[in-house]
T-cell receptor, first 115, second 112 residues
Framework: DAGVTQSPTHLIKTRGQQVTLRCSPKSGHDTVSWYQQALGQGPQFIFQ???????QRGNFPDRFSGHQFPNYSSELNVNALLLGDSALYLC??????????????FGQGTRLTVV | EDQVTQSPEALRLQEGESSSLNCSYTVSGLRGLFWYRQDPGKGPEFLFTLYSAGEEKEKERLKATLTKKESFLHITAPKPEDSATYLC?????????????FGIGTKLQVIP
């Protein structure tokens, strides 16, 4: 089992550009959540996808959007990049099954630098 | 709104000096409390899940406990390789779906 995989691992973009980050969940998991982690901070919840729809959203602007595909993989898109978008972007997969679902397993993250 | 507060923000220990990290939480409909270890520039690594007050889990030098308002991560006789940031998170049930909220973490440094 490859676990949660994210691509790319590092990315440098210019202010105003758009970026797409990708995530493949752990086998058997149906839910993908995205987090932004600034240096020295805990992960901040961006949104969660289940059954190809956004089910929960954190306090992030509409510049942040996503998608989930039928195979449960997911993309995170950020438009009109700002310097403050520079962070480690983490993808976590879990399962909604049962009362408690499962714990979330994380990928290694994508380090986005906006210059 | 769910809230998770971790303390202290940073902790420096001598090798072998046991201590505890605290995670206090406010959440409606708790579906689990998680502890993760995160090394610099890497994704969080899952350690424990606790579901109900009184529950305890152990792994090597780490032991996690849970009450109705907080959780503790006890580190017994730590080694330098235990140096990392330890994150606490809670899963809640809201709007028909589950959501995870993280604390900012405790950065642990173990000095040889």
């Amino acid at each position: 089992d490859a676990g949660v995989t994210q691509s790319p691992t590092h990315l440098i973009k210019t202010r105003g550009q758009q970026v797409t980050l990708r995530c493949s969940p752990k086998s058997g998991h149906d839910t993908v959540s995205w987090y932004q982690q600034a240096l020295g901070q805990g992960p901040q919840f961006i949104f969660q996808y289940y059954e190809e729809e956004e089910r929960q959203r954190g306090n992030f602007p509409d510049r942040f959007s996503g998608h989930q595909f039928p195979n449960y993989s997911s993309e995170l898109n950020v438009n009109a990049l700002l310097l403050g978008d520079s962070a480690l972007y983490l993808c976590a997969s879990s399962s909604q099954g049962g009362v408690y679902g499962t714990e979330a397993f994380f990928g290694q993250g994508t380090r986005l630098t906006v210059v | 709104e769910d809230q998770v507060t971790q303390s202290p923000e940073a902790l420096r220990l001598q090798e072998g000096e046991s201590s505890s990290l605290n995670c206090s939480y406010t959440v409606s409909g708790l579906r689990g409390l998680f502890w993760y270890r995160q090394d610099p520039g890497k994704g969080p690594e899952f350690l424990f899940t606790l579901y109900s007050a009184g529950e305890e889990k152990e792994k090597e030098r780490l032991k996690a406990t849970l009450t109705k308002k907080e959780s503790f991560l006890h580190i017994t006789a730590p080694k330098p390789e235990d140096s990392a940031t330890y994150l606490c998170a809670v899963k809640s049930y809201s709007g028909g779906y589950q959501k995870v909220t993280f604390g900012i973490g405790t950065k642990l440094q173990v000095i040889p």
